[in-house]
């Protein structure tokens, strides 16, 4: 958890000197504004937390080896996000989307907390890209899937201060 720690807070950092029309630019049709990177992490984690809980409760036991979700970091592939995870077009302050990111960490760090590693080794579901993975690692992956996010942003701000 101290990675996802270390680039959750990278991510914050990044933004925190946006503009509100900044964060909810538009640079161009077919890309995200920073706001809706940040509200697409709060999605993924959510639903990521949801799905674990939903494993943990009733999932069968299905180990699985160990996956090379680091590699998420590249953005040279692209990787369409699923409908429940695509961000809204609705516009957000940095503390409402901000708030929603603490919650879904909060989430995360509940089931990190009180399930045993073992256990989470023990549990699976499938990334569309990776195929199975255990929960373990399902945990992991979300700090690097926020870092590939991190390089998405600093290009919007890029774009943004062109």
């Known amino acids: 958890m101290n990675k996802n720690e270390q680039f959750r807070k990278e991510v914050l950092a ?20 920073v706001m809706q990177v940040l509200e697409h992490l709060y999605l993924m984690e959510r ?17 699985v080896d160990e996956k090379p979700f680091h590699l998420a970091v590249d953005r040279s592939r692209k990787v369409p996000a699923p409908p429940q995870v695509s961000p809204s ?5 940095l503390e409402q989307i901000t708030k929603k990111l603490k919650q879904s960490r909060e989430a995360l760090n509940q089931v990190n907390e009180r399930v045993s590693e073992e256990e989470l080794r023990q549990k699976s579901f499938p990334h569309p890209v990776l195929g199975l993975m255990d929960l373990k690692q ?11 996010h991190l390089a998405q942003i600093e290009e919007i701000k890029n774009e943004i201060h062109a």
């Open 47 to 63: 639903f990521i937390v949801k799905v674990m809980a939903d494993q943990l409760q009733n999932g069968e036991n299905c180990p």
């Open 138 to 148: 399902w945990i992991e992956f979300i700090g690097y899937h926020e870092k590939r």
């Open 14 to 33: 990044s933004v925190q000197s946006l503009s509100y029309e900044q964060l909810n630019k538009n640079v161009a049709d077919d890309k995200w504004s």
């Open 89 to 93: 077009h609705e516009k957000q302050s």
